[in-house]
């Protein structure tokens, strides 16, 4: 076997397809989000406005948060020093649990490294605790979810995206006695809509399944507390299993789940991406507690993240650009081209100092290859003014006017 050729048409492939990702070389500057340094190039650092974190709501950059994790590293120091079982289990983890399973109204959580693993640990153990299991899945679900479906070597059967009649035809088919799970996003993060919680849980009742919702996208930025979806829309308590990251709009790292207590004691038992690796650091986990505990009680943030993504959309559709419908924070722009949208993420960040990553398959579908802009409460008026010029501009330019 030719080991190198083989990796190196891999490589080619997604070339050839204007798929291949390029990361960009960034430093944040803390206290002036969304102002950031860029390392690309030869000119030594430059300044740029990053339009594309999923720190959505600038709480990585928040005092109290920063704060937190100053004081924890001085207190107890970098690491876990193990696994929840064997020596990780901090003070800190138990009080972050107990805040999340408050948030959802739930009687526990359980922390977990990313929300990727939260997904994938959860959804793989239970249905393989569950005999006969069958998964109900929306087509669009996040590949942590699908990794962890396809991990449980159960029974799955895929429903269209947010169709709830779908749903139902599917569910209806199966044996009644058969244990049921269906899984599902609140926010879908490359489109920005929405799935109808109550709509799910009224057939998750009827059929007698679970129901597993990921909240990745919406914890912290919808519900008065930060609950997400499920709480805005009164549905917390249908959900079997809330599931959430702790790196977005709370702005650190890990993930988590909230569910009753037997089911976080089955879980924390037997999931092996829970049980076997060191658990998150204790300075992780502080700065997370006070993002946590100040967007229960601050709505600042979320009605300013609101305010951007309403402004934005709306300039983007005044000045002609194909904005995608979304219900909200995510504002999608279209280009339907792969190699299209790496150009202008491209000129954007070398003439303009705006970053936005170009979205790609399999993150989306072919053929939808697009922009996605994540506003927040610190992008101004007028930033959003000099991006909505700055992409008129390169749309006439490339002229993608004429395309659309
Ligand atoms: C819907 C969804 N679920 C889960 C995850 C994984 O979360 P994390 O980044 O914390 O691993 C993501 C990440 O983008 C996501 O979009």
Not at 93 to 118: M, Q, R
Not at 162 to 177: M, R, S, T
Not at 226 to 249: F, H, V
Not at 265 to 292: C, E, H, K, N, Q
Request: proline fraction near 5%.
């Amino acid at each position: 076997m030719d080991y190198q050729r083989v990796f190196t048409q891999a490589i080619d492939r997604l070339h050839a397809e204007g798929r291949y990702r390029v990361f960009i070389d960034i430093l944040r500057n803390k206290g002036m989000f969304p102002n950031a340094r860029c390392f690309a190039g030869h000119n030594g650092p430059k300044p740029i406005t990053v339009w594309c974190s999923n720190d959505y709501l600038a709480m990585g950059q928040h005092p109290k948060v920063i704060a937190a994790m100053e004081e924890a590293l001085h207190d107890v120091g970098a690491g876990s020093g193990g696994t929840r079982n064997i020596g990780g289990n901090t003070h800190y983890h138990v009080d972050l649990e107990g805040e999340l399973a408050d948030l959802h109204g739930k009687e526990g959580a359980l922390l977990f490294t990313s929300g990727y693993v939260s997904n994938e640990a959860t959804l793989s153990t239970l249905a393989k605790i569950l005999p006969g299991c069958i998964i109900f899945s929306d087509e669009l679900n996040h590949a942590s979810m699908i990794a962890g479906i396809r991990n449980s070597g159960c029974e799955k059967r895929v429903f269209r995206h947010n169709d709830v009649e779908h749903l139902e035809e599917l569910l209806a088919a199966e044996d009644p006695e058969a244990p049921k799970l269906i899984a599902f996003e609140s926010v879908y993060s490359m489109d920005g809509d929405i799935a109808p919680l109550h709509a799910i849980c009224d057939l998750a009742d009827k059929y007698n399944a679970l129901t597993y919702l990921d909240e990745v996208h919406a914890v912290g930025m919808y519900g008065p507390r930060g609950g997400g979806i499920s709480e805005r829309d009164e549905a917390a308590s249908r959900i079997t299993i809330i599931e959430g990251t702790l790196g977005k709009a709370f702005g650190v790292m890990g993930g988590y789940i909230a569910a009753d207590k037997m089911i976080i004691d089955v879980i924390r038992s037997y999931a092996p991406g829970f049980i076997f690796t060191t658990s998150l650091s204790p300075v992780l986990v502080a700065g997370v507690l006070a993002a946590v505990r100040h967007l229960k009680s601050s709505s600042e943030e979320r009605d300013g993240q609101q305010a951007a993504a309403a402004r934005l959309k709306a300039m983007f559709a005044e000045a002609g650009l194909p904005v995608m419908r979304s219900v909200t924070h995510i504002v999608p722009l279209m280009v339907g081209d792969p190699v299209k949208a790496k150009r202008i993420s491209d000129i954007l960040l070398a003439e303009y100092g705006v970053y936005v990553q170009p979205i790609n398959y399999p993150t989306v579908p072919r053929g939808t290859e697009r922009l996605r802009f994540t506003p927040g409460p610190a992008h101004s008026e007028e930033m959003m003014r000099e991006l909505t010029d700055a992409l008129v501009e390169i749309w006439d330019r490339l002229d993608m006017r004429a395309a659309a």
